[in-house]
């Protein structure tokens, strides 16, 4: 698996209702579509949920790698960047992906990117941030939780899919779910 985002910030006068409406027109357009675990349409508008930026910053949980290059290399990619811009794609190893089956009723999401120390005992983490992951989901706190690694910056990501908004850290990104494609 893959945990993929790429975020734009806007201008702090952005009208943000059009992303809004992005989101409401061309969130379905993903429904289903091959090797996609999900993808949430996320947005944040400065000054709510402790964000300091307009932000679109859509999150996906790909099955396979395919799915990801069919994405990108295709239209709805390609009319992505033509209304907003050439983004930078972060991409993670996925470690660990639980999926509630209460994951459509996310309202809310939060994104921790952590740094990896060198020679940090990869494994160790690994097994934590799994635990946690998995305990995330099972106590039903999150409704989604998906941990990772990128071993060329060497960070890791913590995303996480709420019904209502945690009490987040000054590190964490917190957005609001427009739309959630699921397979």
């Known amino acids: 698996m893959i945990a993929m985002q790429y ?12 992303v809004d409406r992005r989101i409401r027109d061309k969130g379905p357009l993903l429904d ?7 993808k949430a349409y996320l947005s944040a508008r400065q000054g709510e949920c402790a964000s300091r930026d307009n ?12 799915g990801a ?6 239209p709805g990619f390609e009319a992505l960047t033509g209304a907003f811009d050439w983004p930078t794609v972060r991409t993670w190893i996925v470690w660990q992906a639980e999926l509630s089956a209460e994951i459509a009723a996310a309202r809310f999401a939060t994104r921790d990117i ?9 494994a160790d983490i690994r097994r934590a941030e799994s635990a946690q992951a998995e ?4 106590t039903g706190g999150a409704l989604a939780s998906v941990s990772g690694f990128e071993p060329t910056t060497w960070t890791r990501v913590r995303f ?23 397979t």
């Not at 975020?7 to 059009?18: E, H, W």
């Not at 289903?32 to 999900?38: A, M, Q, Y």
Request: proline share 10%; net charge negative; hydrophobic share 40%.
């Open 7 to 18: 975020s734009f910030t806007l201008p702090a006068d952005y009208d943000m209702s059009i």
């Open 32 to 38: 289903g579509f091959p090797n996609l675990g999900f």
């Open 55 to 66: 932000l679109y910053a859509p999150f996906y949980l790909w099955q396979k790698p395919e």
């Open 69 to 74: 290059s069919d994405f990108l290399c295709g």
């Open 114 to 122: 952590l740094l990896t120390e060198p020679y940090a005992p990869l």
């Open 135 to 138: 305990a995330e989901v099972a």
């Open 160 to 182: 996480r899919l709420w019904r209502e908004m945690p009490e987040i850290e000054a590190q964490t990104q917190a957005y609001r779910v427009g739309h959630l494609s699921l």
